[in-house]
């Protein structure tokens, strides 16, 4: 669904901190930390992973899963190949 590697890229673009992106999605700043310390896909309540993707997907931030590809324009960041 994101990754905790998505959401901190994420972040970054948008140019917003954990704090910010609690506000926007509605999520404690508490649990947006403990979404990005995760390792590889972000586990947790469905309802909160939604919140978080939506207000991404509001701000403008279109998440690519893996080998799928960019349906948008515009500037992005994709790792081409995993470590």
């Known amino acids: 669904m994101i990754t905790a590697a998505q959401m901190r890229a994420a972040r970054a673009l948008l140019g917003i901190d954990q704090r910010q992106l609690a506000e926007l999605s509605g999520v404690s700043l508490p649990t947006i930390q403990r979404m990005e310390a995760s390792e590889g896909t972000v586990r947790?309540?469905?309802?909160?992973?939604?919140?978080?993707?939506?207000?991404?997907?509001?701000?403008?931030?279109?998440?690519?899963?893996?080998?799928?590809p960019s349906n948008g324009r515009g500037r992005g960041v994709r790792l081409r190949h995993a470590l």
């Open 44 to 68: 947790g309540v469905v309802d909160t992973l939604t919140k978080v993707i939506q207000a991404l997907d509001t701000a403008g931030i279109e998440l690519i899963g893996e080998n799928a």
